[in-house]
């Protein structure tokens, strides 16, 4: 099993709509994140949450929010989806130390 | 305004050859940086790193240099493999707020036999 699992892998969703992306792990990290991937732009901090009861925004929180359900858990949400919303979003996780951080597969989300 | 950059969206070598790619940055805070290789439907996988207090650090045929007056990263590798075929972020932070890695936009580094 992956250390980091997000699910679902690939999303095709409407204007307008609610939906949540989910993201486990089985690395024991504290600290986890939510990325965005935009062609030419890299990867962009969305949230990030240092344990269960910190949750941070990023550079582009706008139209996001999360949940930290527990230490193994963050999950993002959109709660209007928009088409500038379409990405391919990764969680990831990092300790407290600088060993760099493990990321997810990814969820492409498309938005029509 | 990017605080870390990659000019170069895409680079294609000759398979055995030097592939080296380049990153700039902007913030002098920064004192970590790290390489980061992806291959398409998989996140990123860490790849390399250094500390400002280094201005190089090998691991196999990955090099990276650090020129921290010009603000200015590379990654060498040597000799390029068909698997390095991948894009390669190049990320920076600070010891002192390790919670935030700024990546840059990436390089599409391409191996050809």
């Known amino acids: 099993d992956a250390d980091v699992t997000q699910t679902p892998r690939n999303r095709i969703t409407k204007t307008g709509k609610r939906i949540m992306l989910e993201c486990s792990q089985t690395k024991g990290h504290d600290r986890m994140y939510w990325y965005r991937q935009d062609p030419g732009l890299g990867l962009r901090l969305i949230y990030y949450s240092f344990d269960v009861k910190d949750i941070n925004k990023g550079e582009i929180s706008d139209g996001y929010s999360v949940s930290r359900q527990a230490q193994a858990k963050f999950s993002l949400s959109l709660e209007s989806a928009i088409p500038n919303q379409t990405a391919l979003y990764f969680c990831?996780?990092?300790?407290?130390?600088?060993?760099?951080?493990?990321f997810g597969s990814g969820t492409r989300l498309t938005v029509v | 305004d990017q605080q870390v950059k990659q000019n170069s969206p895409s680079l294609s070598v000759q398979e055995g050859r030097i592939s080296i790619l380049n990153c700039d940055y902007t913030n002098s805070m920064f004192d970590y940086f790290l390489w980061y290789k992806k291959y398409p439907a998989e996140g990123p996988t860490f790849l390399i790193s250094i500390s400002s207090i280094k201005d190089k650090n090998e691991d196999g045929r990955f090099t990276v240099f650090l020129n921290k007056s010009a603000k200015h990263l590379s990654l060498h590798i040597v000799p390029s493999q068909p698997g390095d075929s991948a894009v390669y972020f190049c990320?920076?932070?600070?010891?002192?707020?390790?919670?935030?890695?700024?990546f840059g936009s990436g390089t599409r580094l391409s191996i050809r036999p």
């Open positions: 990831a996780t990092s300790d407290l130390g600088w060993s760099g951080y493990t």
């Open positions: 990320a920076a932070g600070t010891y002192s707020s390790a919670s935030k890695i700024i």
